[in-house]
């Protein structure tokens, strides 16, 4: 029992060092929730950049709010040529006209993930984080992919 005891301490142990070793440079897998904690926790996208083309706040277009920012990761910022890096996020906020947050919307490169569209795992987002739609929704897809050749980015131009 007390052997049980010893090896359970010993697995626990492991687990919590390969965990906090690895949380700095593991990509979150498509998923709502782990990217929510990716983009808030692990890597907080409001320390991010923004494309040299599209700074701070800027109007925008329906079916997205009239007012928004774009933050990007290192790995999108990194990408001078489409299509974008694996591991290459972009996270957009909306705004209402009185710069009120209304809704987060978020693109992320994941190899595999959906090849014939541009591998771009696709999260609308309430401000607290639920996940209102994720996946590769037609919508999403069917409007960026106007823009295929710009690898589905609408708010910054590969020259
Ligand atoms: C009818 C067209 C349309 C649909 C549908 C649409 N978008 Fe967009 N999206 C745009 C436009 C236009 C922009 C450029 C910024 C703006 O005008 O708001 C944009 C910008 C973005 C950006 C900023 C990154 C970039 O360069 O493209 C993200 C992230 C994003 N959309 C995510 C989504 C997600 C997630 C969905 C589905 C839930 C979605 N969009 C559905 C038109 C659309």
Redesign the pocket.
């Known amino acids: 029992m007390y052997k049980l005891f010893l090896t359970g301490c010993l697995a626990v142990a492991v687990t919590l060092g390969v965990a906090s070793f690895s949380i700095a440079d593991e990509m979150p897998a498509a998923d709502g929730a782990a990217l929510w904690t990716y983009i808030t926790k692990t890597s907080p996208y409001t320390k991010w950049s923004f494309w040299p083309d599209h700074q701070g706040m800027q109007e ?6 009239p007012l ?1 920012k ?1 933050f990007v990761n290192k790995q999108a910022l990194e990408s001078t040529t489409p299509p974008l890096k694996y591991g290459a996020i ?3 906020e909306n705004y209402s006209p009185a710069h009120e947050l209304k809704v987060i ?3 992320y490169k994941v190899k595999d993930y959906n090849p014939k569209d541009g591998d771009w795992f ?3 987002y309430s401000p607290k984080g639920e996940p209102l ?1 994720a996946g590769k ?1 037609k ?2 897809i ?3 992919g106007t823009r295929s050749a710009n690898d ?5 131009e590969f020259k």
Do not use: I, S
């Open positions: 925008g277009r329906a079916p997205h709010a928004h774009v972009e996270v957009k919307t978020v693109m696709w999260v609308k739609k929704p919508g999403c069917g409007c960026h589905f980015v609408l708010v910054h």
